[in-house]
């Protein structure tokens, strides 16, 4: 077996040759702590760069909607004013209306406009009105918390600025985020494939057991690309983890 193995043959391996985990197992601790480091940043640096697309696709459009003349606004003391009430937005069975004209106490004069739609949003003077299959609801801009009591289209296109900020924040906590997860679900696991190896009469030590746990956990951190699978991850790994134990207790016997 050669000294060390290189990193595409390591996802290789630990996604379809469970077989030659034996051959991982050999290698130093090390080795698969910098895989863990390599494999979270591969992953980390996509998630990363498809949040940091997203943020700044949501700050541009924040920023062309509030420089426009369409969507002057003015808000003082819980009271909101739009220049050009009402404006209305439908996309399919969605609808978005904008009436500063009227408050939520005059909600029901707006029915026969948002009742033919499955879900519409209703902004409102002194708060939003929201309806959808299960019912309708309103919360008043007071309630508000994150809302300033005075504030324009300026206040937003500042907020939106400090979003440049922000994103490169989102970059590097995606990066954090998928590390400390995978070693996470690699430790929680290693616990589980301790008593394994006592039950299959293999007695790995943990650092091996870890290791171990560390490659199984390879196939659950790629799917994270495309498809979240929270604590499912523990159990993929888990099926590879029992796997290679099996493949290392058969050849023991």
């Not at 939106?160 to 400390?180: E, H, R, W």
Request: net charge positive; glycine share 6%; charged share 20%.
């Amino acid at each position: 077996m050669k000294d060390n193995i290189g990193f595409i043959d390591k996802v290789k391996i630990s996604i379809y040759n469970v077989g030659r985990y034996k051959e991982l197992l050999k290698l130093r601790f090390s080795h698969a702590l910098v895989y863990s480091i390599l494999l979270s940043v591969l992953v980390g640096c996509i998630l990363g760069i498809m949040n940091f697309a997203s943020v700044t696709t949501m700050q541009n459009s924040i920023k062309q909607v509030m420089a426009s003349d369409e969507f002057k606004f003015e808000m003082k003391d819980g009271i909101l004013d739009f220049k050009n009430s009402p404006i209305k937005r439908e996309v399919g069975r969605f609808l978005v209306l904008i009436n500063t004209d009227i408050s939520l106490d005059e909600v029901e004069t707006i029915r026969n406009i948002v009742i033919h739609k499955d879900i519409s949003i209703s902004i409102l003077k002194d708060g939003i009105s929201y309806r959808d299959n299960d019912g309708v609801g309103s919360l008043k801009y007071s309630d508000i918390p994150i809302l300033f009591d005075n504030m324009n289209n300026e206040t937003i296109l500042r907020a939106a600025s400090i979003m440049g900020i922000l994103k490169y924040s989102i970059f590097i906590f995606t990066l954090l985020y998928t590390y400390l997860v995978l070693l996470f679900n690699s430790f929680m696991l290693s616990l589980v494939g301790l008593v394994l190896s006592k039950m299959n009469n293999i007695n790995l030590n943990y650092g091996d057991v870890f290791k171990l746990c560390i490659y199984a956990m390879t196939l659950p951190t790629l799917i994270n690309l495309i498809y979240p699978l929270g604590s499912v991850s523990i159990l993929i790994s888990g099926i590879y983890l029992i796997l290679a134990m099996n493949k290392i207790r058969n050849e023991m016997i």
